[in-house]
Protein backbone atom coordinates (compact mmCIF):
# COMPACT_ATOMS: atom_id res chain seq x y z
CA UNK A 1 0.00 0.00 0.00
CA UNK A 2 3.05 2.42 1.10
CA UNK A 3 4.19 1.94 -2.58
CA UNK A 4 1.25 2.71 -4.07
CA UNK A 5 0.93 6.24 -2.49
CA UNK A 6 4.57 6.96 -3.45
CA UNK A 7 3.63 5.87 -6.90
CA UNK A 8 0.64 7.98 -7.18
CA UNK A 9 2.63 11.31 -5.75
CA UNK A 10 5.13 10.48 -8.22
CA UNK A 11 2.48 10.53 -11.19
CA UNK A 12 1.07 13.73 -9.71
CA UNK A 13 4.31 15.41 -9.28
CA UNK A 14 5.14 14.52 -12.72
CA UNK A 15 2.23 15.56 -14.06
CA UNK A 16 2.33 19.03 -12.32
CA UNK A 17 5.69 19.68 -12.89
CA UNK A 18 5.04 18.75 -16.85
CA UNK A 19 2.56 21.79 -17.09
CA UNK A 20 4.80 24.57 -16.22
CA UNK A 21 7.90 23.49 -18.54
CA UNK A 22 7.72 24.32 -22.08
CA UNK A 23 6.26 22.03 -25.02
CA UNK A 24 7.76 21.60 -28.83
CA UNK A 25 4.98 21.61 -31.32
CA UNK A 26 6.97 19.78 -33.80
CA UNK A 27 7.19 21.50 -37.23
CA UNK A 28 4.91 19.84 -39.46
CA UNK A 29 6.68 20.57 -42.61
CA UNK A 30 9.28 18.48 -44.51
CA UNK A 31 12.73 19.92 -44.54
CA UNK A 32 13.18 22.11 -48.06
CA UNK A 33 16.40 22.13 -50.32
CA UNK A 34 17.31 23.69 -53.23
CA UNK A 35 18.75 22.28 -56.73
CA UNK A 36 19.53 24.93 -59.36
CA UNK A 37 21.51 23.68 -62.74
CA UNK A 38 24.75 25.24 -63.44
CA UNK A 39 26.40 26.05 -66.84
CA UNK A 40 30.19 25.71 -65.53
CA UNK A 41 32.96 22.15 -64.95
CA UNK A 42 31.94 20.33 -61.58
CA UNK A 43 35.31 21.65 -60.52
CA UNK A 44 34.24 25.26 -60.68
CA UNK A 45 31.47 25.17 -58.93
CA UNK A 46 32.69 23.23 -56.32
CA UNK A 47 35.27 25.87 -55.91
CA UNK A 48 32.52 28.60 -55.69
CA UNK A 49 30.31 26.78 -53.18
CA UNK A 50 34.17 26.82 -51.30
CA UNK A 51 34.32 30.25 -51.66
CA UNK A 52 31.12 31.32 -50.54
CA UNK A 53 31.03 28.96 -47.57
CA UNK A 54 34.23 30.28 -46.29
CA UNK A 55 33.72 33.81 -46.81
CA UNK A 56 30.19 33.49 -44.76
CA UNK A 57 32.12 31.74 -41.61
CA UNK A 58 31.44 28.40 -41.97
CA UNK A 59 34.49 25.73 -41.47
CA UNK A 60 34.57 23.03 -44.35
CA UNK A 61 34.07 19.72 -41.82
CA UNK A 62 34.58 17.36 -45.10
CA UNK A 63 34.66 17.53 -48.91
CA UNK A 64 35.07 15.22 -51.77
CA UNK A 65 36.12 16.86 -54.96
CA UNK A 66 35.76 14.01 -56.86
CA UNK A 67 32.44 12.80 -55.79
CA UNK A 68 31.79 16.09 -55.70
CA UNK A 69 30.41 17.34 -51.88
CA UNK A 70 31.27 19.76 -49.56
CA UNK A 71 30.11 19.32 -45.91
CA UNK A 72 30.27 21.84 -42.80
CA UNK A 73 30.49 22.21 -39.17
CA UNK A 74 27.93 23.88 -37.05
CA UNK A 75 27.60 27.60 -36.99
CA UNK A 76 25.76 29.72 -34.43
CA UNK A 77 23.28 31.58 -36.83
CA UNK A 78 19.74 33.38 -35.18
CA UNK A 79 17.36 32.30 -37.67
CA UNK A 80 14.16 33.79 -38.72
CA UNK A 81 10.35 32.48 -38.77
CA UNK A 82 10.51 32.74 -43.01
CA UNK A 83 13.97 31.19 -42.71
CA UNK A 84 13.11 28.20 -40.71
CA UNK A 85 10.36 25.78 -38.56
CA UNK A 86 11.44 25.28 -35.22
CA UNK A 87 7.62 24.53 -33.38
CA UNK A 88 5.74 26.88 -31.45
CA UNK A 89 4.98 26.99 -27.75
CA UNK A 90 1.59 27.55 -27.13
CA UNK A 91 1.12 29.29 -30.64
CA UNK A 92 4.20 31.55 -30.18
CA UNK A 93 6.97 30.77 -32.50
CA UNK A 94 10.33 29.75 -30.87
CA UNK A 95 12.23 31.46 -33.40
CA UNK A 96 10.40 34.91 -32.37
CA UNK A 97 11.95 34.68 -28.69
CA UNK A 98 15.20 35.63 -28.09
CA UNK A 99 15.79 32.50 -25.95
CA UNK A 100 16.01 30.24 -29.00
CA UNK A 101 19.44 29.31 -30.15
CA UNK A 102 19.97 27.87 -33.81
CA UNK A 103 22.93 26.55 -35.56
CA UNK A 104 23.26 25.89 -39.19
CA UNK A 105 24.92 23.42 -41.29
CA UNK A 106 25.41 23.37 -45.36
CA UNK A 107 25.37 20.09 -47.26
CA UNK A 108 26.50 21.13 -51.39
CA UNK A 109 26.67 18.26 -53.83
CA UNK A 110 27.76 19.01 -57.17
CA UNK A 111 27.33 16.99 -60.27
CA UNK A 112 27.98 17.46 -64.20
CA UNK A 113 24.39 19.25 -64.25
CA UNK A 114 23.24 20.66 -61.18
CA UNK A 115 23.98 22.29 -58.15
CA UNK A 116 22.11 20.94 -54.64
CA UNK A 117 22.24 22.49 -50.99
CA UNK A 118 20.77 21.27 -47.86
CA UNK A 119 20.57 22.84 -44.29
CA UNK A 120 21.04 20.79 -40.91
CA UNK A 121 19.42 23.17 -38.40
CA UNK A 122 19.68 22.49 -34.70
CA UNK A 123 17.40 24.45 -32.47
CA UNK A 124 17.79 24.76 -28.17
CA UNK A 125 15.49 26.66 -26.24
CA UNK A 126 17.29 27.79 -23.10
CA UNK A 127 14.76 29.89 -21.02
CA UNK A 128 17.53 30.53 -17.85
CA UNK A 129 15.85 27.36 -16.37
CA UNK A 130 17.67 24.39 -16.94
CA UNK A 131 14.80 22.25 -16.10
CA UNK A 132 12.72 24.33 -19.37
CA UNK A 133 15.58 23.65 -21.54
CA UNK A 134 14.37 22.28 -24.80
CA UNK A 135 16.18 20.39 -28.08
CA UNK A 136 13.96 21.82 -30.77
CA UNK A 137 13.31 19.88 -34.05
CA UNK A 138 14.44 22.74 -37.00
CA UNK A 139 13.50 21.90 -40.31
CA UNK A 140 14.47 24.61 -43.03
CA UNK A 141 11.88 26.45 -45.83
CA UNK A 142 14.29 26.80 -47.96
CA UNK A 143 15.37 30.47 -48.06
CA UNK A 144 19.02 29.71 -46.57
CA UNK A 145 19.30 26.86 -49.49
CA UNK A 146 18.32 29.76 -51.97
CA UNK A 147 20.57 32.33 -50.79
CA UNK A 148 23.90 30.06 -50.66
CA UNK A 149 22.98 28.76 -54.13
CA UNK A 150 23.01 32.50 -55.27
CA UNK A 151 26.08 32.97 -53.55
CA UNK A 152 27.98 30.23 -55.30
CA UNK A 153 26.80 30.81 -59.36
CA UNK A 154 26.23 34.38 -59.06
Not at 69 to 79: D, E, V
Amino acid sequence: MKKLRHAVVGVLLAAGLGGCSATNETPAIISEYFALEHLSTKQEVLSKARQALLRDGFQILSSDLEAGYISTSLKNWKLTPEQANCGANEGRDYLEDNFTKTEVAFNVVVDDRDVIVRSNIQGEYLPGKPAQDLTLNCVSRGVIEVEMVKKILL
